[in-house]
């Protein structure tokens, strides 16, 4: 799968849910293609709504860094080598977990972005997203 498409979203999307109900909680799941651009978003019922633009910064972030959102914290921080990253691109940069990016032959073609609960609930929904991406190549 070389091209995120509506309906490789929709995939992404059901088996992130399912990992959220798994995990008991609520969540938004956000899909973009390799330009960052929007492809699908579902908020699952009771999902913060403040986590809609979240979730979508998440994954456009993934795309726009070419890494997780996770691994960028520690290096964001005060007196770090990308202090003052968050206040770039209008404040669209997330530096906290939940957002991947879609690699497929080395290239990152999309990316997914998951909010509505700890960071760490939000990375294990996401990376179902990115499992079940690497199951359709």
Same mark, same amino acid.
């Not at 080395?106 to 996401?126: F, I, P, Y």
């Given at each position: 799968m070389s091209k995120v498409t509506l309906e490789v979203a929709k995939k992404l999307i059901e088996s992130a849910?399912?990992?959220?109900h798994r995990l008991g909680v609520a969540?938004?799941?956000a899909v973009v293609d390799e330009g960052g651009n929007f492809v699908?978003?579902?908020r699952m019922?009771?999902?913060?709504l403040a986590s809609v633009e979240i979730a979508q910064s998440k994954a456009w972030t993934a795309v726009a860094l070419k890494t997780p959102?996770? *691994?960028l914290a520690e290096a964001t921080v005060p007196g770090a080598e990308l202090y003052g990253l968050?206040?770039?691109n209008s404040g669209r940069?997330?530096?906290? *977990?939940?957002?991947?990016?879609?690699?497929?032959?080395?290239?990152?073609v999309g990316g997914v972005g998951v909010s509505g609960s700890s960071w760490e609930n939000d990375v294990r929904?996401?990376?179902a997203a990115v499992a079940a991406f690497e199951s359709l190549s």
């Amino acid at each position: 799968m070389s091209k995120v498409t509506l309906e490789v979203a929709k995939k992404l999307i059901e088996s992130a849910e399912q990992e959220a109900h798994r995990l008991g909680v609520a969540m938004i799941i956000a899909v973009v293609d390799e330009g960052g651009n929007f492809v699908a978003c579902q908020r699952m019922d009771d999902g913060w709504l403040a986590s809609v633009e979240i979730a979508q910064s998440k994954a456009w972030t993934a795309v726009a860094l070419k890494t997780p959102t996770s *691994g960028l914290a520690e290096a964001t921080v005060p007196g770090a080598e990308l202090y003052g990253l968050t206040t770039t691109n209008s404040g669209r940069i997330i530096v906290f *977990g939940g957002g991947i990016p879609l690699v497929k032959d080395g290239k990152v073609v999309g990316g997914v972005g998951v909010s509505g609960s700890s960071w760490e609930n939000d990375v294990r929904v996401a990376e179902a997203a990115v499992a079940a991406f690497e199951s359709l190549s």
